[in-house]
């Protein structure tokens, strides 16, 4: 005989096209992936003025410059004469010369130059300037938002640019020492979802449960702080148990926590106020890759982060990309009847709190 119903039903995971269908993926690069922060680069990897980077957000190139007053600013990566793109990759330049018709523009985005263009009545140069992005700094990383009218980082993300300088009091001197880059047969989705509960741990993740994190003391809270932020904390390893040595005697040196920010990107702390970051770029409906970084003050050698770049890297990223694969072709599966989510009303590691809030905020994405 069944239990009498308590009239409340469980909350049902995604629906699987939600991973699996490419029309679904395109509404959510017009949509969500081109109105919400996504990370573009460290400021440190162009710390001179004419120094630029290109990379793709939500499918459109685009590349950031640093100025000659030293502001960060973002274009989308294309010519206003014909359309060829201005930038490839990484470097510096004096004046940004478009490889077409040698158009020439100020590294704020201005006109400055193009042959011949006296020539032609009318021609107001002052009127033509490459097309700006929404650009954010942000400790040192640099964010882009495709939206002009995006709100600032700091309403999506209240309190986290405080509370992430409380436990990393470095982070303003901090510079890349290692990106590792992890593809993934998945949407990036799966991906996001398998950073954002710790329900798995105990199971898959042998040397970061033993090692680092007392995984009954593991919490993600969707709610501390409110905006689109999920902020995991747990109780760590006693000192001789860590895999890795650190000085102890700076604020947090003991604490583990680590702030995502919807929808792809996350700052972590280990243990001895050491930040390392996710972040992901999709590759497709069906690929995406995630990019460990890992960071030293100035971008010194150090090979205690090595270290924990190759340990994470060989155990926590190998099992997770195992794991998020499966679903994807589970998700594929004609058998596959997408199952309640374990919601415990007091939360803990053994809850999937989290993902119901993630897939809230994308049924909202994708559905209005
Ligand atoms: S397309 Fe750039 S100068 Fe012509
Ligand atoms: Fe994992």
Redesign the pocket.
């Known amino acids: 005989m069944n239990a009498p119903s308590s009239g409340i039903e469980p909350i049902i995971s995604l629906a699987a096209r939600y991973y699996t269908d490419p029309a679904i993926f395109e509404n959510e690069m017009s949509g969500l992936l081109s109105r919400t922060w996504q990370f573009a680069c460290h400021a440190s990897e162009i710390a001179n003025p004419g120094d630029y980077k290109s990379f793709e957000i939500a499918g459109q190139s685009l590349f950031a410059i640093r100025g000659h007053d030293n502001v960060i600013r973002t274009f989308y990566n294309v010519?206003?004469?014909?359309?060829?793109q201005?930038v490839q990759g990484s470097g510096n330049t004096r004046v940004v010369v478009?490889?077409?018709?040698?158009?020439t523009y100020e590294l704020t985005g201005g006109l400055r130059a193009?042959p011949n263009i006296k020539a032609v009545p009318g021609f107001d140069r002052s009127k033509i300037c490459l097309t700006s992005v929404r650009t954010e700094d942000f400790h040192g990383f640099i964010f882009v938002n495709l939206d002009n009218d995006a709100a600032p980082m700091d309403e999506w993300f209240p309190g986290v640019r405080d509370e992430i300088a409380a436990y990393v009091y470095n982070i303003d001197s901090l510079a890349p020492l290692e990106w590792v880059e992890v593809p993934e047969k998945c949407n990036w989705k799966v991906s996001v979802e398998n950073y954002s509960e710790c329900y798995h741990c105990p199971m898959n993740h042998p040397t970061f449960a033993e090692g680092v994190v007392k995984p009954e003391t593991y919490d993600i809270s969707p709610d501390a702080g409110g905006g689109y932020v999920l902020r995991h904390t747990t109780e760590c390893q006693p000192m001789d148990k860590m895999t890795y040595p650190f000085d102890a005697t700076k604020p947090h040196a003991g604490d583990y926590q680590s702030w995502f920010l919807w929808p792809m990107f996350s700052f972590q702390c280990y243990p001895g106020n050491i930040l390392n970051t996710y972040h992901w770029r999709t590759e497709g409906h069906d690929a995406c890759v995630v990019y460990r970084g890992w960071y030293t003050e100035g971008g010194q050698e150090s090979d205690v982060i090595r270290k924990l770049a190759v340990q994470d890297l060989e155990t926590t990223v190998a099992e997770d990309v195992t794991l998020v694969e499966s679903v994807q072709k589970g998700l594929m599966s004609k058998g596959y009847v997408p199952g309640p989510l374990v919601v415990d009303p007091n939360h803990g590691v053994n809850s999937e709190h989290s993902i119901a809030k993630l897939q809230q905020w994308m049924r909202e994405a994708v559905d209005g």
């Not at 010519?79 to 060829?84: E, V």
């Not at 478009?98 to 158009?103: G, L, V």
């Open positions: 010519c206003q004469h014909r359309a060829h201005m478009c490889p077409y018709h040698a158009w193009g």
